[in-house]
């Protein structure tokens, strides 16, 4: 199947929640993956979050394609950032796409050019640079391996995050470049990349106006756009603003809430709420 919950989300033009996995071992993607109906898709974060790319991102998409054709889009963020207009990232598109992934993050996506790589190294031919030869992808499709080599482009979705000034200053030129399904917005290193204080748990005024201004242009180009909460209170009100996917929480974050909560009124008081990763 080429569908999946996040494309369905984007095809019908609804806003789709997510969580970002930065804990290491299928049992972590697998249990975050199962706890909510809600849930369109979980990232596995191989670039600040510490599952490897080799071979643990694997795992991790094969542990939540194992919970049937209803779970959660896997997306991984890759760790390449910067340049990557060489074409230095390619292998590691090329390695979790070939593992099952349901599209990549690639952070710091800062010129047209960098955008282009990445959406190449995303497609097979004639649309990009992407080589065949998996034993693996299809399955975790569920696609004979001829249906995936024809199809996968359509379902493949590509996101360059804008978090840097030179990626704010080019994004129409990123935001222009054909195959690019939408960019994803780092509001913590967007934040300190313009010598501001990272959320707590908001942008301060200026970075919110940026943070609007980027969700704008991307909409008049026929672009998704998306952005990381550290809330559900916080990804409702993103919801509202037009946010086409929207993480809600963090693996470690939940856990951690969850624990706080739990053993702060086991003894009588009220846990402390924490906000960023």
């Given at each position: 199947m080429t569908s999946h919950p996040l494309l369905r989300a984007f095809q019908a033009s609804k806003p789709a929640f997510g969580a970002w996995i930065t804990l290491p071992?299928?049992?972590?993607?697998?249990?975050?993956?199962?706890?909510?109906?809600?849930?369109?898709?979980?990232?596995?974060?191989?670039?600040?979050?510490?599952?490897?790319?080799?071979?643990?991102?694997?795992?991790?998409?094969?542990?939540?394609?194992?919970?049937?054709?209803?779970?959660?889009s896997t997306i991984v963020r890759i760790p390449a950032t910067g340049a990557c207009a060489d074409g230095s990232a390619t292998w590691q598109i090329k390695y979790v796409l070939d593992a099952g992934a349901r599209g990549v993050v690639v952070p710091m996506v800062s010129t047209g050019a960098q955008a282009k790589s990445i959406v190449s190294a995303a497609r097979f031919p004639p649309h990009g640079v992407r080589g065949f030869g998996s034993p693996f992808t299809q399955v975790s499709w569920g696609l004979s391996a001829a249906d995936y080599l024809q199809k996968a482009n359509e379902g493949v979705l590509v996101l360059g995050q804008i978090e840097t000034p030179e990626g704010v200053k080019n994004l129409q030129d990123i935001l222009a470049v054909d195959g690019l399904d939408g960019v994803f917005i780092g509001p913590y290193d967007l934040s300190l990349s313009h010598g501001h204080p990272p959320p707590s748990p908001d942008p301060v005024p200026i970075m919110e106006k940026m943070?609007?201004?980027?969700?704008?242009?991307?909409?008049?180009?026929?672009?998704?756009?998306?952005?990381?909460?550290?809330?559900?209170?916080q990804a409702a009100k993103r919801s509202k603003e037009g946010f086409d996917m929207i993480n809600v929480t963090t693996d470690s974050g939940a856990m951690t809430e969850g624990i706080a909560k739990h053993l702060a009124a086991a003894v009588g008081q009220v846990a402390e709420k924490k906000f960023g990763y």
């Open positions: 071992g299928l049992w972590a993607a697998r249990t975050a993956a199962a706890a909510s109906p809600h849930l369109s898709w979980l990232v596995i974060d191989c670039e600040h979050g510490l599952t490897p790319l080799q071979p643990g991102a694997a795992e991790s998409i094969a542990a939540v394609t194992a919970l049937g054709p209803d779970a959660p943070i609007q201004e980027i969700l704008q242009a991307a909409h008049k180009a026929g672009k998704k756009c998306a952005i990381y909460c550290s809330s559900g209170e």
